[in-house]
């Protein structure tokens, strides 16, 4: 392969990032920053989900915020309503949004909706969940349900008192871990090729001998799934359910953080959300009491910033400023 | 060659609404020619080249390829069967590079054990050697019309059908491309059916001509045959009128 001894050198790379990372809560106390870390590992993680329909296969879908509160809903239910551990929950919480994918995906799909129409429908499923959810007593309901937490087996109810980030820390890593490992194995598979070529043109792949509708409909299904479990992370974080999870604002920031990334770039998502998360989170713990909302504006002017000088995403950047400083280190570059 | 055409197309219509864009056309394309389709602007080449390959389903009639109905199959799986094409307008994968595209195609009767070295194969016989890591959005005409003959390539057909792939080369990009045409007729053993307006290129590379004018079949035979022939003057023309002055 052209590029292995990059592919290993990426990987230490990546090995190096997730032992500082799995590092990082022995030494930092602070609550405050443990749940910032937990929200931008959340979002790294969705973005990089959503990295496979958005990135590869070029659907600009805005409707994550469904299939995370439909796995947030599932988890819940069955927690408050039979008390199964959020540890099965969370399976079956990816299952139902992944089931949801495909009862959405083949009309989709089937009469080919693809562009702005896509867009729209599936910001629309997102507000028709919220409404359903909002009015679907046994269920959801206007107040928030909160989830249970049993003191004497923590780890059953996947919550510690003391130090409720910490466990849900370490399961969002290995999430991020997994769906990054998920993105590499799809970009470099028939699948990842087809995606790549139909989101650019969609004829054009079918007669190529590629299914279009058949793979574009496996990747909202491996999308789905991802957002479903992280959904329940999502929502143990917070400690309830409630419809306001599904969030057509979260949508929109998970679809920039994966644009600003660098659209079909497996590390992109991550740099992103490492980045816009932060800023949204210190521009609502400093300015949030006066300015509600200002960090759509930050990101409004960044997408916009990006779009502009760097459409290819920031990791490109990046990736220059790497291969310009290892061309001068006399390191020989291939390809 | 045997006896049995490759791909039969018995009395296809295809109309839009009200335009007839295809009445009743007939052909057949045997195992391991060059088929020319021309005629002039709006004659129908490209839509019943559509009707050919999937992306447009006939109204009526029946497209027959080594002996399985195919009038309302789709695309890839025609492309399954052993029939592929290009198209007239670009269609490339402007942020894929050049080996990427190929690779899509060659998905198509590899898995990931072999579909490596079939992807070199393709770039190798193509002559893209040099512009194999190069996005293909960074590319030319004349170059992209190779990228996308690749791409078909890679997905090993038998009958691989180009839709005007002369149009815009100058005459030393057309001369490659022509000899590359031949190359893939007779050393890759690939029936090709070609919808051309650019007469050097069909001239020089068919074996055999259909015209179609208006929708309709006006004439088939031999490139020598044609260009004599008084339908395809006229359509091509106008009619010989008396002088009246």
Same mark, same amino acid.
């Given at each position: 392969?052209?590029?292995?001894?990059?592919?290993? =050198?990426?990987?230490?790379?990546?090995?190096?990032?997730?032992? &500082?990372?799995?590092?990082?809560?022995?030494?930092?106390?602070?609550?405050?920053?443990?749940?910032?870390?937990?929200?931008?590992?959340?979002?790294?993680?969705?973005?990089? +989900?959503?990295?496979?329909?958005?990135?590869?296969?070029?659907?600009?879908?805005?409707?994550?915020? #469904?299939?995370?509160?439909?796995?947030?809903?599932?988890?819940?239910?069955?927690?408050?309503?039979?008390?199964?551990?959020?540890?099965?929950?969370?399976?079956?919480?990816?299952?139902?949004?992944?089931?949801?994918?495909?009862?959405?995906?083949?009309?989709?799909?089937?009469?080919?909706?693809?562009?702005?129409?896509?867009? %729209?429908?599936? @910001?629309?499923?997102?507000?028709?969940?919220?409404?359903?959810?909002?009015?679907?007593?046994?269920?959801?309901?206007?107040?928030?349900?909160?989830?249970?937490?049993?003191?004497?087996?923590?780890?059953?109810?996947?919550?510690?008192?003391?130090?409720?980030?910490?466990?849900?820390?370490?399961?969002?890593? #290995?999430? /991020?871990?997994?769906?990054?490992?998920?993105?590499?194995?799809?970009?470099?598979?028939?699948?990842?090729?087809?995606?790549? +070529?139909?989101?650019?043109?969609?004829?054009?792949?079918?007669?190529?001998?590629?299914?279009?509708?058949?793979?574009?409909? !496996?990747?909202?299904?491996?999308?789905?799934?991802?957002?479903?479990?992280?959904?329940?992370?999502?929502?143990?974080?917070?400690?309830?359910?409630?419809?306001?999870?599904?969030?057509?604002?979260?949508?929109?920031?998970?679809?920039?953080?994966?644009?600003?990334?660098?659209?079909?770039?497996?590390?992109?998502?991550?740099?992103?959300?490492?980045?816009?998360? @932060?800023?949204?989170?210190?521009?609502?713990?400093?300015?949030?009491?006066?300015?509600?909302?200002?960090?759509?504006?930050?990101?409004?002017?960044?997408?916009?910033?990006?779009?502009?000088?760097?459409?290819?995403?920031?990791?490109?950047?990046?990736?220059?400023?790497?291969?310009?400083?290892?061309?001068?280190?006399?390191?020989?570059?291939?390809? | 060659?045997?006896?049995?055409?490759?791909?039969?197309?018995?009395?296809?219509? *295809?109309?839009?609404?009200?335009?007839?864009?295809?009445?009743?056309?007939?052909?057949?394309?045997?195992?391991?020619? &060059?088929?020319?389709?021309?005629?002039?602007?709006? +004659?129908?080449?490209?839509?019943?080249?559509?009707?050919?390959?999937?992306?447009?389903?006939?109204? @009526?009639? !029946?497209?027959?390829?080594?002996?399985?109905?195919?009038?309302?199959?789709?695309?890839?799986?025609?492309?399954?069967? =052993?029939? @592929?094409?290009?198209?007239?307008?670009?269609?490339?994968?402007?942020?894929?590079?050049?080996?990427?595209?190929?690779?899509?195609?060659?998905?198509?009767?590899?898995?990931?054990?072999? *579909?490596?070295?079939?992807?070199?194969?393709?770039?190798?016989?193509?002559?893209?050697?040099?512009?194999?890591?190069?996005?293909?959005?960074?590319?030319?005409?004349?170059? %992209?019309?190779?990228?996308?003959?690749?791409?078909?390539?890679?997905?090993?057909?038998?009958?691989?059908?180009?839709?005007?792939?002369?149009?815009?080369?100058?005459?030393?990009?057309?001369?490659?491309?022509?000899?590359?045409?031949?190359?893939?007729?007779?050393?890759?053993? &690939?029936? /090709?059916?070609?919808?051309?307006?650019?007469?050097?290129?069909?001239?020089? *590379?068919?074996?055999?001509?259909?015209?179609?004018?208006?929708?309709?079949?006006?004439?088939?035979?031999?490139?020598?045959?044609?260009?004599?022939?008084?339908?395809?003057?006229?359509?091509? %023309?106008?009619?010989?009128?008396?002088?009246?002055?």
């Amino acid at each position: 392969m052209k590029n292995k001894s990059l592919l290993s =050198g990426r990987n230490i790379a990546l090995f190096v990032i997730v032992l &500082i990372a799995g590092v990082v809560p022995v030494f930092l106390k602070d609550q405050y920053m443990m749940g910032l870390l937990t929200s931008i590992l959340i979002y790294a993680a969705l973005a990089s +989900a959503w990295n496979i329909i958005g990135g590869m296969a070029g659907q600009l879908d805005l409707a994550v915020a #469904a299939y995370v509160g439909l796995g947030a809903y599932t988890m819940g239910t069955l927690l408050i309503r039979w008390n199964i551990t959020p540890w099965i929950g969370m399976i079956i919480g990816g299952l139902v949004a992944m089931g949801f994918a495909v009862l959405i995906g083949f009309p989709l799909f089937g009469f080919k909706i693809t562009g702005l129409w896509y867009t %729209l429908t599936s @910001s629309a499923l997102v507000m028709v969940l919220q409404k359903v959810f909002l009015m679907w007593d046994s269920v959801g309901g206007a107040t928030e349900r909160y989830l249970p937490v049993d003191p004497k087996y923590p780890f059953y109810s996947m919550k510690y008192v003391q130090n409720p980030y910490l466990l849900l820390y370490y399961i969002i890593l #290995a999430i /991020l871990v997994i769906v990054i490992f998920v993105n590499y194995r799809i970009r470099a598979s028939k699948l990842g090729y087809s995606l790549l +070529a139909l989101g650019e043109d969609e004829d054009a792949v079918q007669v190529l001998g590629v299914n279009s509708q058949f793979a574009k409909i !496996k990747a909202l299904m491996i999308y789905a799934f991802i957002a479903g479990v992280i959904g329940t992370i999502y929502a143990m974080n917070f400690g309830y359910v409630h419809p306001s999870y599904f969030n057509p604002d979260m949508s929109t920031e998970v679809a920039i953080l994966g644009i600003v990334g660098g659209m079909g770039i497996t590390f992109g998502p991550v740099v992103a959300a490492i980045f816009l998360v @932060s800023l949204k989170e210190f521009l609502r713990a400093y300015l949030g009491g006066n300015l509600p909302g200002l960090y759509m504006v930050a990101y409004a002017v960044i997408l916009i910033l990006v779009v502009l000088f760097q459409p290819r995403g920031i990791t490109v950047m990046f990736q220059t400023y790497y291969q310009k400083i290892i061309s001068k280190f006399g390191v020989k570059k291939d390809g | 060659m045997d006896n049995q055409p490759m791909l039969q197309v018995s009395n296809v219509t *295809v109309q839009f609404g009200s335009l007839l864009a295809v009445n009743d056309v007939s052909l057949e394309i045997h195992r391991g020619e &060059i088929l020319g389709l021309i005629g002039p602007n709006g +004659a129908g080449k490209t839509t019943t080249f559509n009707a050919l390959t999937g992306l447009v389903m006939p109204s @009526s009639g !029946k497209v027959l390829f080594k002996n399985v109905d195919i009038t309302n199959m789709l695309p890839y799986k025609r492309c399954q069967l =052993g029939m @592929s094409r290009t198209f007239q307008v670009i269609r490339a994968f402007n942020n894929m590079v050049v080996e990427d595209a190929v690779r899509v195609g060659a998905y198509n009767r590899h898995g990931e054990s072999t *579909v490596k070295n079939k992807v070199n194969e393709v770039v190798e016989f193509c002559e893209l050697g040099p512009l194999r890591h190069r996005l293909c959005g960074d590319l030319g005409l004349a170059a %992209l019309r190779r990228v996308e003959l690749a791409r078909a390539l890679a997905t090993e057909p038998e009958l691989l059908l180009l839709d005007e792939t002369g149009a815009g080369l100058n005459p030393a990009e057309l001369t490659a491309f022509m000899n590359l045409l031949k190359k893939i007729n007779l050393d890759g053993n &690939i029936t /090709l059916c070609v919808v051309e307006h650019v007469m050097q290129m069909v001239m020089g *590379v068919c074996s055999r001509i259909v015209v179609l004018d208006s929708g309709e079949v006006i004439a088939k035979g031999s490139p020598a045959e044609i260009s004599i022939d008084p339908k395809v003057i006229e359509a091509y %023309l106008g009619k010989r009128v008396p002088k009246c002055y």
